[in-house]
């Protein structure tokens, strides 16, 4: 049987915000990219679980709470 290959939320835009430290195609971190193949399947999706709302905040302008 065929291992295969961990799950992955690449997009193939990698490139490194410098103020936010996150991939801006995925949303991960320097560490966790460089982490990635050796993580368990269950961290992985973890941390994919995450990413979606870690790029919002990240790239999102906050609004003001509402009066």
């Known amino acids: 049987m065929p291992a295969t290959a961990p799950s992955s ?35 992985r999706l973890a941390i994919m679980a995450t990413l979606e709302a870690r790029l919002r905040k990240a790239y999102l302008p906050e609004r003001p709470p509402s009066p």
């Not at 939320?9 to 990219?33: F, N, Q, W």
């Open 9 to 43: 939320p690449c997009v193939k835009l990698c490139v490194l915000d410098a103020r936010t430290g996150l991939c801006s195609g995925c949303g991960r971190t320097r560490d966790e990219i460089a982490a990635w193949g050796s993580l368990p399947e269950a961290r």
